[in-house]
């Protein structure tokens, strides 16, 4: 059907669109005081507060991709999970009339192996939670489609915001892979410890080439583990975070780490769909009425009334002007090309999640190109971030001094390492500095200028476009990264960080770059904002939002003897960040 | 046809309890109102926001591609963006436009269509283009979509259609083309483009 009504709320722009009025059309008469204004004229204008209302805006997430072409999934980095796990975590800002958003994008979903399954999506919007289907894209045509061919379908909504300045909602958006098949003969024996298998998995490869198809057959990230056994009972299932590569072949580490029993038991590797997206946009959505508050009633004729109408409009227009814009989502990952994110060199995958450690100085972690659509504007972030120390492996610390190398079988058996309290796996402090700047470049630079830092950058003027910075501390709590930890997030980077020192093996987590719902205790909500005075005269060209963190030296670590104490295995990471721009002056 | 886009919002003139029932409203009053809704429109739009290049990302080849030649490590096929088109401007069109900084460097924005059927259709992109092979600069150009283009099959009785894009660059022949900083977004308007009906 046809979309594109007065009120219909697909058509773009959300309404029936802006229409300008002619300054001088039957409004003034080129005195002081203007003839009565026509209720057309007044209709028009409330038409277009209310186009306005609507919120005819949107941002991108664009995760880092390998390939460009809509027919081949080749090189993008899935996400894939058996249990739901996060896409984006974002904190948004609210206002009046907020509703909730809209969201579209590109996506791709397959598996390995029957290649019929779909996905689920879930989106988290602040108390609510809403599900939809992804199908299977293998079906013919380009590889990517559209995630929501009928818009509406991406609808997310919430009763509207009555409040100017509603605060920040998150949209936390997590997917679930759908079982794909069982892979053939690829029965195991799990047994041991909670949290690995030390079984006869067949050979496994994590598919760290982008230049390759998609993930092949034996690709362990896009498998999971389904017991066919009793005990502890048929059916359950779980996620495989790791596994080690380099020192045995058939171990792996899987998720839930249950409470489970030393008894051995049987299970099946499945496979699993698994989702890869291109750009995914959010909209928001504004319930109109609440903002531009003018009865119908008002614009019936009634010539005379023009001026209480007027000053409502313009009330209106000035709360549209002030109502929070958001700019940007993040993060959307980093190469371990970059010099920044080297550290596991050889993976061609984007990892999601940029970070700094403790002994790697300044670090840039957010670097974005934005549109300011204010003067004087305010630019919030709203990050957030976990922090960790890295313990000593289990395995290492045993073997600590001899020069051996020991097999995951070491661990069978053996209890959690002194001083680990999985209830309570923060295990000290550190403080972090994190320095925003926004800036701008000049359109007037030095020919032969190769780097960014140097005179082709001028800042924004003005006083706190900030050739310092805004320069915030934060006091965060280290948790754990321990194997043993119940946490993934923990658990993935004590695999990162396993092979240095200890582990020589391949050091990555299939998982990196995901969120379990258990993990969202571990995160540190950090807001930190600029204001731009002299931002006066806004431009048609984007200003870079960057912002530096690096490790103050106060930081303390409960258990030292367990922890490996160097800044070093200290890491800051950021797991969601979004950029804002918050008006709240106007000239 | 006197219409205006200010560069900034100004609020409207229109005071609080400054009119009351059964007064007409002074012409300086209306226009303000008219150019602070002027502004916020200029301001609307769809915007998949860019990359940042640093150190800048570089290309030496001649042709149309996405690898670089220098020390970037991001090439430009690690980013792709999509949008619902937004905000109409005038004679019924949509507009998307690149705006980049860099020198020596033409980029193309390829824009595809995602319908609702499962299939694509690769709209006419456009390039933009700096001025010389020395200078850094700020650089752009856009091009106009009809509606209908914009919708599942090109037909506005369909779904507003998911639009994918993305950028390849080249070296305009000499030196090294260079690319610090872009976007892809719907225009930020100026008068000409507001809709008159």
Redesign the interface.
């Known amino acids: 059907?046809?979309?594109?009504n007065y009120r219909g709320k697909?058509?773009?722009?959300?309404t029936s669109?802006?229409?300008?009025?002619?300054?001088?059309?039957g409004?003034?008469?080129?005195?002081?005081?203007?003839?009565?204004?026509s209720s057309g004229k007044q209709n028009r204008?409330q038409g277009?507060?209310m186009?306005?209302a609507a919120g005819?805006?949107?941002?991108?997430f664009?995760p880092?991709?390998?390939?460009?072409s809509?027919t081949a999934a080749t090189g993008d980095r899935p996400w894939a999970s058996i249990e739901w796990s996060s896409v984006g975590l974002w904190l948004i800002p609210m206002s009046r009339g907020f509703a909730g958003v809209?969201l579209?994008?590109?996506y791709n979903v397959m598996g390995n192996g029957t290649n019929l399954a779909g996905a689920r999506l879930k989106v988290q919007l602040g108390p609510t939670s809403q599900f939809r289907d992804l199908p299977n894209?293998d079906?013919?045509?380009?590889q990517?489609?559209?995630?929501?061919?009928?818009?509406e379908d991406g609808d997310f909504t919430i009763e509207p915001i009555t409040d100017d300045n509603g605060g920040f909602i998150p949209l936390f958006i997590w997917i679930q892979s759908r079982d794909d098949g069982p892979r053939s003969g690829a029965t195991v024996e799990i047994f041991g410890r909670n949290w690995y298998v030390e079984s006869r998995i067949p050979t496994t490869v994590f598919d760290n080439s982008t230049s390759g198809n998609p993930f092949s057959a034996d690709s362990m990230e896009t498998q999971y583990l389904r017991t066919t056994d009793a005990t502890p009972f048929i059916g359950k299932r779980w996620d495989i975070l790791h596994n080690v590569n380099g020192i045995n072949n058939e171990a792996v580490t899987i998720y839930p780490a249950d409470a489970a029993s030393n008894d051995a038991f049987d299970a099946q590797m499945y496979y699993q769909s698994f989702v890869q997206f291109?750009?995914?946009?959010i909209?928001p959505i504004y319930q109109t009425r609440s903002i531009a508050d003018l009865p119908q009633s008002a614009l019936e004729g009634q010539l005379?009334?023009?001026?209480?109408i007027?000053?409502r409009?313009?009330?209106a227009?000035?709360r549209?002007?002030k109502r929070p814009r958001l700019?940007?989502v993040g993060p959307e990952g980093v190469?371990s090309?970059?010099?920044n994110f080297e550290r596991y060199s050889g993976v061609d995958y984007?990892y999601r999640w940029p970070f700094v450690d403790g002994d790697s100085g300044t670090i840039?972690l957010i670097?974005?190109?934005?549109?300011l659509?204010?003067?004087d504007p305010i630019i919030h972030l709203e990050i957030l971030a976990i922090a960790t120390a890295h313990r000593q492996p289990l395995v290492n610390a045993l073997i600590e001094g001899t020069g051996l190398k020991a097999s995951w079988s070491a661990f069978q058996g053996l209890p959690f390492q002194a001083n680990y309290d999985p209830e309570n796996p923060g295990t000290g402090k550190a403080t972090w500095t994190l320095e925003l700047k926004v800036d701008l470049?000049?359109?007037?630079?030095?020919?032969g200028?190769?780097?960014?830092e140097n005179s082709?950058t001028n800042l924004v003027e003005g006083a706190n476009a900030p050739d310092e910075g805004i320069i915030q501390d934060v006091e965060m709590t280290l948790y754990s990264a321990a194997f043993e930890a119940r946490e993934v997030y923990l658990r993935q980077q004590a695999f990162m960080e396993a092979n240095d020192p200890g582990f020589t093996d391949y050091a990555f987590s299939y998982k990196e770059g995901q969120l379990w719902a258990s993990d969202l205790g571990l995160v540190t909500r950090i807001p930190i904002e600029a204001k731009l005075d002299g931002f006066?005269?806004?431009t048609?060209?984007?200003v870079?939002v960057?912002v530096d963190v690096n490790l103050n030296t106060d930081f303390s670590i409960q258990y030292p003897s367990a922890h490996l104490t160097d800044p070093e295995f200290l890491r800051f990471a950021i797991v969601g960040y979004t950029i804002s721009q918050f008006?709240v002056e106007?000239? | 046809?006197?219409?205006?886009v200010p560069?900034?919002?100004?609020?409207?003139s229109?005071?609080?309890?400054?009119?009351?029932?059964?007064?007409?409203?002074?012409?300086s009053?209306?226009?303000?109102?008219?150019?602070?809704?002027?502004?916020?429109?200029s301001?609307?739009?769809?915007?998949?926001?860019?990359?940042?290049f640093?150190?800048?990302f570089q290309r030496n080849n001649t042709v149309y591609g996405?690898t670089g030649d220098g020390s970037q490590?991001?090439d430009l096929?690690?980013?792709?963006?999509?949008?619902?088109?937004?905000?109409?401007i005038d004679s019924n069109q949509?507009e998307l436009a690149f705006?980049g900084?860099g020198?020596n460097i033409d980029v193309r924005v390829?824009v595809?269509r995602?319908?609702?059927?499962?299939?694509?259709t690769a709209l006419t992109g456009f390039v933009a283009s700096t001025s010389n092979s020395?200078?850094?600069?700020?650089f752009?150009n856009s091009f106009a979509y009809s509606?209908a283009l914009?919708y599942?099959s090109g037909n506005?009785?369909s779904?507003?259609?998911?639009i994918?894009?993305?950028i390849e660059a080249r070296n305009q022949g000499s030196g090294t083309a260079?690319l610090?900083?872009?976007?892809v977004?719907e225009t930020?308007g100026v008068a000409a483009d507001?809709?008159?009906?």
């Open positions: 059907m046809a979309k594109n697909d058509a773009p722009g959300g669109g802006f229409v300008a009025i002619d300054e001088t059309d409004i003034g008469d080129g005195g002081s005081y203007s003839q009565p204004v204008i277009n507060t186009y306005l005819p805006v949107c941002t991108c664009t880092v991709v390998n390939n460009s809509v809209r579209g994008g590109i894209t079906n013919g045509g380009p990517y489609k559209s995630i929501f061919p009928n818009p291109r750009g995914l946009f909209k005379s009334f023009s001026g209480p007027a000053q409009q313009a009330r227009t000035t549209l002007f700019l940007k190469l090309l970059d010099a984007a840039t670097e974005d190109s934005v549109f659509d204010a003067q470049l000049d359109d007037v630079a030095s020919p200028v190769a780097t960014w082709t006066d005269e806004i048609d060209r984007p870079r960057r008006a106007e000239k | 046809m006197s219409k205006t560069l900034t919002f100004s609020a409207s229109v005071q609080p309890q400054e009119y009351q029932a059964f007064d007409d409203v002074e012409v009053d209306w226009t303000s109102l008219l150019q602070a809704q002027n502004f916020l429109w301001r609307s739009g769809a915007r998949c926001n860019g990359r940042v640093n150190p800048p996405q490590p991001y096929q690690v980013w792709y963006g999509s949008l619902h088109v937004q905000r109409r949509y705006t900084y020198r390829n595809i995602f319908n609702s059927d499962g299939t694509t020395v200078d850094y600069e700020w752009t509606e914009l599942s506005v009785n779904d507003l259609a998911t994918g894009v993305f260079v610090f900083q872009f976007a977004h930020i507001l809709p008159a009906a």
